[in-house]
């Protein structure tokens, strides 16, 4: 391991049942259940590591900037290269190199796409055998929704209820091939960082918001019924849970103290447009959801998709729309497909990586 660069490319997800709350800040253990799909092209996250006898200390480099692990919130995130140089019984330290190919902070779950990666490649760096569930406990304890990047496709992360953490992880409820026919538009309005980490604010939320109360049970509920409706490919059922949850996790973040506002008014213009237009199809043929953050995540049918596409692209203030699709998990890319890291050097290889997912 000593000396050699590996690569991994990893996915974002899109939560349909949403995290927001924990019943543990420190082990990053959640009040509920929550499901996402894995995305595909265009959106990705390029790892490179490097454990090197030449590091004095650890250096982490995201989309060019390096990060300062004196931070607070950065040094608990990536206290996770520590547990894995635990396990490994080592103590070299570690040049990390990430870039992502869609906008960090901006609710496009940038922080989970890259934790999933950095944990999954880490873990083959030092050559740990660890299973997929158990590289979700990792990744968890980076940033809890990252749980749900290790697998492709249709995803559940288990709330748990041991102490420990060690029932809390993700598991696949279906591959990315499950459902070819479903497509997740993701409709740009806004490429700025959010006001409040999803980290602070969702403590704030548990901290002050009285709806938060009923929404653990809401939620866990929506997650079964969610799991039996993305088996069966049962897309009104699947639209109809996706939509209330989200508008039910974003009620409870206006409701925190102070109040947390990741949608704007363009995000809003978007809501009424999706209920217009399944109206006017007599039936539900797109559902939205929000992250922690304005930009829109349509759920449709590939025979809608048109129609919904340009319905989106028409509001005003979307400024792209991107098209993606239930993707695969973590994989290692080969020597031919670029690094992120100079081997010689253990320096970062600065620019835009080359390469495909
Ligand atoms: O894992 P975090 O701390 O980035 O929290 C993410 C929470 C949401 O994206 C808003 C919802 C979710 O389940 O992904």
Redesign the pocket.
């Known amino acids: 391991m000593e000396g050699k660069v590996y690569t991994a490319v990893g996915s974002p997800?899109?939560?349909l049942v949403?995290?927001?709350g924990k019943r543990d800040e420190k082990r990053i253990l959640p009040h509920n259940s929550?499901i996402?799909i894995t995305l595909s092209l265009p959106l990705y996250t390029k790892t490179s590591i490097l454990f090197s006898k030449k590091l004095r200390k650890d250096e982490i480099y995201i989309n060019g900037m390096k990060q300062d692990l004196d931070d607070r919130e950065a040094r608990e995130r990536f206290s996770t290269i520590d547990k894995f140089r635990e396990m490994a019984k080592s103590k070299t330290k570690a040049l990390v190199v990430s870039y992502n190919s869609f906008p960090s902070s901006a609710?496009i779950?940038s922080?989970?796409s890259g934790a999933a990666t950095l944990a999954f490649v880490a873990s083959k760096a030092l050559g740990l055998s660890m299973s997929q569930r158990e590289m979700s406990i990792m990744a968890r304890q980076i940033?809890?929704?990252?749980c749900?990047s290790l697998f492709g496709g249709f995803v559940k992360w288990e709330k748990g209820t041991r102490r420990d953490g060690s029932d809390s992880y993700a598991r696949q409820i279906a591959d990315e091939n499950h459902w070819p026919a479903l497509v997740n538009l993701i409709a740009i309005v806004s490429k700025s960082k959010k006001h409040i980490?999803?980290?602070a604010g969702?403590k704030q939320t548990v901290g002050t918001s009285s709806l938060y109360k009923s929404r653990p049970g809401y939620a866990e509920t929506a997650s079964a019924r969610l799991e039996r409706a993305i088996r069966a490919r049962d897309f009104e059922t699947l639209a109809e849970i996706t939509m209330k949850d989200s508008n039910s996790?974003h009620a409870t973040m206006l409701d925190t103290w102070p109040p947390i506002l990741y949608m704007n008014d363009v995000s809003r213009r978007i809501v009424l447009r999706i209920h217009e237009l399944n109206e006017n199809a007599g039936k539900t043929i797109a559902a939205y959801t929000f992250?922690?953050g304005p930009n829109a995540h349509i759920i449709t049918l590939n025979k809608h998709k048109k129609k919904v596409l340009n319905a989106v692209s028409s509001v005003s203030g979307v400024i792209e729309v991107l098209e993606s699709r239930p993707g695969r998990g973590p994989r290692l890319v080969a020597d031919r497909e670029g690094h992120l890291i100079d081997r010689e050097t253990a320096k970062p290889i600065v620019g835009r990586p080359r390469g495909k997912r």
């Open positions: 997800n899109i939560a949403k995290y927001w929550s996402s609710g779950a922080s989970a940033s809890g929704s990252a749900r980490s999803s980290r969702m996790m992250d922690a």
